[in-house]
């Protein structure tokens, strides 16, 4: 059974600062992964997606890696902004499934 | 505008009184599925539907039903509600099973049960 972990639980970093969010996975049979962020008390907005065959996917700041023989993706946020304080969540979709299998996050926060 | 709906938002109701919590995509998407989210748990899928008339259990199905007689909707229901499905809810639906679909959550629905 897939597992994600996504470390660290929680960061707080200073306005401007790059940053890099990290996330495993135990099952390299996937088809793809998906970030998302989630705002508190709300849904989940999707960032992006990278396909099994993909390395990295780009938009605006965000950029995310995906090694999938090594089971690791990595979301890096550039030029952090305070609005960009939200929880951080990975997904990985199991090959042959639609079901994604959530990290349990990472809490940013961005300190103006 | 495409998106996934999801009615009520808020709902406190009594431990055994039957509910159902509904779910609409207006972007023709085959899948849809609904997760349950707890502090220190994360996500966890309930149940799914591949196409209208196709259901299954995901990993947390105990307590839930669903049903999919059309394509943009797929309710959740609770027969008999119990505090221990107080809880967070979402829908997801996503076009197809082709690994460019990523998929879409509705606003979440935030039920107590007491």
């Known amino acids: 059974k897939q597992e994600v972990t996504q470390i660290p639980a929680a960061l707080s970093v200073p306005e401007g600062e790059n940053l890099v969010l990290n996330c495993s996975f135990t099952?390299?049979?996937?088809?793809?992964l998906q970030w998302f962020r989630q705002d508190p008390g709300k849904g989940l907005t999707s960032l992006l997606l990278i396909q099994s065959s993909q390395r990295e996917q780009t938009s605006g700041r965000l950029n995310a890696s995906l090694d999938k023989s090594s089971g690791r993706s990595t979301l890096y946020i550039a030029a952090s902004q305070p609005g960009d304080s939200a929880t951080y969540l990975c997904a990985p979709r199991g090959a042959g499934s639609y079901q994604l299998t959530f990290g349990k996050g990472t809490k940013l926060s961005v300190i103006p | 505008e495409a998106q996934v709906t999801q009615n009520p938002r808020y709902l406190i109701t009594v431990t055994g009184k039957k509910l159902t919590v509904t779910c609409s995509q207006n972007?023709?998407?085959?899948?849809m599925s609904w997760y349950r989210q707890d502090p220190g748990l994360g996500l966890r899928q309930i149940y799914y539907s591949m196409n209208v008339e196709v259901t299954d259990k995901g990993d947390v199905p105990e307590g839930y039903k669903v049903s999919r007689k059309e394509k943009r909707n797929f309710p959740l229901i609770l027969e008999s509600p119990s505090p221990n499905q107080t809880s967070l809810y979402f829908c997801?639906?996503?076009?197809?099973?082709?690994?460019?679909?990523?998929?879409?959550f509705g606003p979440g629905t935030r039920l107590t049960v007491t």
């Open positions: 997801a639906s996503s076009l197809g099973a082709g690994t460019i679909y990523e998929q879409y």
């Open positions: 972007m023709n998407h085959e899948y």
């Open positions: 099952d390299s049979a996937i088809y793809n």
